[in-house]
């Protein structure tokens, strides 16, 4: 079983910055992904952005340029630097890992909410 526990939301202004972190406890197959999603109230939730165990990354095409997904190993955490934050960007944000012998294990962190707004 695994546990993933996301911190860093709140308010911004348009234009500013937040980082999220997620931390996962217990056990991690080495193979992985570990990603971002988000939903806005009314829209179904997206992709973020994403990172493979090999170390390979993917982002939305909405925030391509502006976010930055990494993990440190060490702590079995993953980060979300976003930069040039927009109102659209508001919505709960979610951890997710997939893992498993065959990448069949699913997990979700419980969300945390980013609103950008003056």
């Known amino acids: 079983q695994v546990q993933l526990v996301e911190s860093g939301g709140g308010l911004v202004q348009p234009g500013g910055s937040l980082r999220l972190s997620c931390a996962a406890s217990?056990?991690?197959?080495?193979?992985?992904?570990m990603g971002w999603y988000r939903q806005a109230p009314g829209k179904q939730r997206e992709l973020v952005a994403a990172i493979f165990s090999g170390g390979s990354t993917h982002y939305g095409d909405s925030v391509k340029g502006r976010f930055t997904i990494s993990r440190d190993g060490a702590k079995d955490a993953v980060y979300l630097q976003m930069n040039s934050l927009k109102p659209e960007d508001t919505a709960v944000y979610y951890c997710n890992l997939i893992t498993g012998p065959g990448n069949d294990r699913n997990y979700w962190g419980q969300g945390t909410q980013v609103t950008v707004s003056s």
């Open positions: 217990g056990t991690i197959f080495s193979s992985w992904i």
